[in-house]
C-alpha cells in the first residue's frame, strides 16, 4: 500500500515533521513518500492548512505553530491542562493540540510533532540538566513528567492513525511482523569487565563496598565481597562464570544473543581487560561459530569523540576477522548532538544504547527498529535504534525489590512491548552471576527467556530483530 504525505511546514520544522510521520508509519506495511502534490496511485495525507486544488480524498493533519516555536527557543511543549486520548487501555497525551481544529481535520493534535519531540532525542539536544556523566536524566524527561515512561506512547499512536485512516479511506493496514511474530525481543550483554581479579574491581568491591559499604550491604554480604578477590584465585569468578552461563542457557533455549564487547579505555569508569588472551579470543570464537552477534562496547569518551571510536572498532573487528555491524555506548552516554554522526562516520548500522539507566521504560516512547535523528544534519540517520527497555542493574539497584518483584517488573515490560505489537531489548551483563549485586538474577533469566518464548516473541540478536522486521 502506497502512501504519499504533502508537507506544507517552514524549512525549520519541515524535515522534524516528515521524521514524525516517518516514525508512524515504520510499523507498518505500507510505502511512504513525500511530495508536493496529491498522487492518485495512493492514499493521500495532507499535512498543512491549505487543501491543494482537486484533491479528492486527503487525510489532514492540521500543524501546531508550538512545535515551530519549541525549536526556534529551545524548549518543550507546554504541559500545562494537557488532554489524554483513551486508547486500547492506555492515556495518550495530546501534545501539540489544535485548538477549534474544524470538520476538515481529521485529528484535535498534531501526531507527527508529538512524534518528533517524544521519539527524536530532542530532548536530549536541548537539557540543561545533565547528570554526572552527562546524560539526560529520566526524571526530565516528557515521558516521566507525563507518568508514560512504563509504555511505548508512538506504538500507540501508530496504530491510532492506523484506524484512522483504515475508516476514512475504507481500506486494511497491515503491521509489520519480526520473523513472523507480532513482537521481538533482542538479548543483549554488555561485558565491562572478565574477571574479579582486575585492579578496578578488587578496589571496587574491597574498599568501595566492604570497608565503605556505598551499596548499604549487611555484614554477611560485605563479607562475601571482601572475599571475591580471594575466591576468585581459588575459582569461584562472578564475570568469568557469568560469560559461560549466558551463552549456555541461551544455546539450551535455541536463543543466541548480542555480547558488547570493550577494547579500550578513556575514563576511569572503564575496566580495561586483555581481549588479546587466549581465554577471551577463545570466547570470541565461540560465540561466533554459534551464531551468537558480536557488538561494540566502545569507552567512556567515544560518544563525542569520533577518532576513539574508530579505534576501538577496528581493534575489534581485527580481532574478529569480520565487520562490526552493532554499538551500545558504555554507561549508555549518548549526546544527541554529536553521537549519531559518530555512529555514521563510524558506519555503524545498528544501535541499543537509547535507555536510562537509573529507571527501566521506553525512553524515546518507541517499542520497534527505528532511524535515529541527525541534528547536526537535520535529517533522517541511517543509523537504526531498537531501544533498550531494561537493564539488570537498574532493577536489582532497587534493594527494596524482592526476587519476585524484580522479576514481574520485567514481566510488565515484557507485556507492554507485546500489546503494542512492538519490539526492544534487554541487558543482562555477565555480571549477574554476582550473588550479591544480583542475588536470584540468573534464574530471572531464564524464566524471562522463558516467559518470552511462551508469549510468542521472536527472540535473538539485535542486528536478527532488526533485520526481520518487516
Known amino acids: ?34 511530495s508536493e502534490t496529491v498522487q ?28 515551530e516555536q519549541c ?14 486520548i483513551g486508547f486500547r487501555g492506555k492515556k495518550l497525551p495530546k501534545l501539540f493540540p489544535i485548538s477549534g481544529f474544524g470538520s476538515k481535520s481529521q485529528l484535535d493534535f498534531d501526531i507527527a510533532a508529538a512524534t518528533f519531540t517524544l521519539a527524536s532525542n530532542f530532548q536530549d539536544l536541548i537539557s540543561l540538566e545533565r547528570d554526572e556523566f552527562d546524560r539526560l536524566r529520566a526524571m526530565d524527561s516528557l515521558q516521566d513528567r507525563l ?79 571482601l572475599m571475591f578477590p580471594l575466591l576468585a584465585l581459588l575459582g569461584y569468578d562472578p564475570p568469568k562464570s557469568g560469560l559461560t552461563f549466558l551463552r549456555g542457557v541461551e544455546l539450551q533455549n535455541g536463543l543466541k544473543s548480542t555480547f558488547f564487547l570493550k577494547t579500550g579505555a578513556t575514563g576511569k569508569e572503564d575496566v580495561n581487560y586483555n581481549f588479546h588472551s587466549g581465554r577471551i579470543r577463545s570466547f570470541y570464537k565461540s560465540l561466533a561459530d554459534s551464531g551468537f552477534e558480536i557488538g561494540i562496547h566502545p569507552s567512556m569518551k567515544t560518544y563525542i569523540d569520533v577518532n576513539e571510536f574508530v579505534r576501538e572498532k577496528t581493534r575489534l573487528e ?45 525512553r524515546n516512547s518507541v517499542a520497534f527498529p527505528f532511524p535515529l535523528y541527525n541534528f547536526e544534519q537535520d535529517r533522517v540517520s541511517p543509523v537504526i535504534e531498537l531501544p533498550l527497555m531494561l537493564m539488570d542493574g537498574t532493577i536489582a539497584d532497587d534493594k527494596r525489590l524482592t526476587t519476585e ?40 533469566y531464564e524464566h524471562l527467556l522463558t516467559e518470552a518464548k511462551s508469549s510468542g516473541f521472536s527472540v535473538g540478536t539485535l542486528e536478527g530483530i532488526i533485520e526481520n522486521f518487516q
Open 1 to 34: 500500500m502506497n502512501i504519499n504525505v504533502i508537507v506544507n511546514a517552514g524549512e525549520k520544522v519541515k524535515q522534524k515533521v516528515k521524521y514524525g510521520f516517518t516514525l508512524l508509519f515504520q510499523p507498518l506495511r505500507v510505502q511512504v513518500v513525500f
Open 40 to 67: 492518485t496511485d495512493s492514499i493521500n495525507i495532507l499535512y498543512g492548512n491549505e487543501l491543494p486544488a482537486n484533491t479528492g480524498k486527503i487525510f489532514i493533519v492540521r500543524p501546531s505553530v508550538e512545535l
Open 71 to 84: 525549536v526556534a527557543e529551545s524548549r518543550l511543549p507546554e504541559l500545562g491542562g494537557i488532554e489524554w
Open 147 to 225: 507518568g508514560v515512561l512504563n509504555f511505548p506512547v508512538v506504538n500507540y499512536y501508530s496504530l491510532f492513525l492506523k484506524e484512522k485512516l483504515e475508516s476514512f479511506f475504507n481500506v486494511v493496514i497491515d503491521l509489520k511482523e519480526y520473523d513472523n511474530a507480532k513482537c521481538g525481543l533482542a538479548l543483549t550483554h554488555d561485558v565491562d569487565y572478565t574477571s574479579s581479579l582486575n585492579f578496578k574491581i578488587i578496589k571496587r568491591e574491597i574498599f568501595g563496598h566492604a570497608i565503605l559499604n556505598r551499596q548499604g550491604l549487611g555484614p554477611n554480604e560485605r563479607a562475601e565481597k
Open 318 to 362: 581485527n580481532l574478529l576477522g569480520k565487520k562490526v555491524s552493532s554499538v551500545r555506548q558504555h554507561y549508555l552516554k549518548f549526546t544527541a548532538g554529536k553521537t549519531v554522526s559518530i555512529w555514521e562516520r563510524a558506519n555503524m548500522k545498528y544501535d541499543s544504547t537509547l535507555g536510562f539507566s537509573r529507571k527501566v521504560g521506553f
Open 405 to 444: 518483584q524484580a522479576f514481574e517488573k520485567m514481566k510488565e515490560l515484557i507485556r507492554e512491548t507485546k500489546e503494542s505489537h512492538g519490539a526492544a531489548a534487554i541487558l543482562f551483563h555477565n555480571s549477574i552471576a554476582d550473588p550479591v549485586d544480583f542475588p536470584g538474577y540468573k534464574k530471572i
